[in-house]
DNA sequence: CGCATTCACTTAACATGTTAAGTATCTTCG
DNA sequence: CGAAGATACTTAACATGTTAAGTGAATGCG
């Protein structure tokens, strides 16, 4: 059997682990982590969205989302509201803490990625963000639980 | 700020996922998690390992790696005994049930994987390859807590 | 030798990943 | 209208990620 170590998941695994390294210091410093900060970046761009929309921007599953929001929500980061028209629905919203939080952390996240960018070279770096834009593609609703009909 | 549904790390979370989420349906038909997969496979590939040395290989902490071990030599997949020079160490390797489930789940591993290779293509994937593995050595010892004395 | 330090590993505590089940609301259709 | 089904979340349960603290064994050194 192939060596596993070189095997794709694990040199995605290994790559993604030493980006995050360089991250989550400055985020543990600020009492967040990176998931908290993948949901305070994705309200930052919006003015209120969906949990479930959420949940597909900042790429976790739905109980993720859940524990997350509502621990953020005691910490006063974001906000909710019900949705009138559809009370299942819920609305979020960054609120102004988190905006101050965010502009807090951001400077130093910039940084960082910046750093990585000069380091690995911004035009490596896009080929490397294309490569893996095309990988995710030419996989996509491939899985064995996806909403498609057709599979064989 | 940059939009972070295209920032590296989640390129690489989300091209990782889509890999992954490719195999969790068949280790999951055999009871297993990819991690477990992970530590299967890499002593699969020797006579024994200690500890530190198999959290190395399969990528893992050391505190997910002792839960892991514990319950894999519950389930009788693995054996384990301390080493007789050095009582603190302890050597793990495979069981014959262990190599037996191995068996049974390979086939359809190696099938995935060449599927997705194919898809993908195998010059791309190697190519691919070869920028994480760049990246990661590019950003290797940069992080806050690494065993450098000489960090800036 | 003896004791502080280091080392290998484990436990603990908390946050998230993952799947299944639960709850409240909304929609559909007879 | 009203019951069956769908939808948007939330909870539950178990496994892992992550950091800190704990435990027992080996080492270094006076």
Redesign the pocket.
Known sequence: MRDFSRSLPMSL?RAR?AV??QF??KL?EHG?????WR?LRALAAIEAA??????RTA??????????????EARNLIE?K??K????????SISREGVKLMAAVAPSSEAIYAEITQRFGARKLAELQEMLGELELCLASTG??DDVTDET
Request: proline residues 4%.
């Open positions: 695994l682990e995050m390294r989550r210091p543990r967040l982590t990176e998931q908290q949901i969906e949990v479930t929309e959420l949940a790429f976790l599953l739905g109980p993720s989302l859940s524990r997350i929001l509502r621990d953020l909710r019900t949705a028209a559809d009370q299942r629905r819920s609305m979020v064995a639980s």
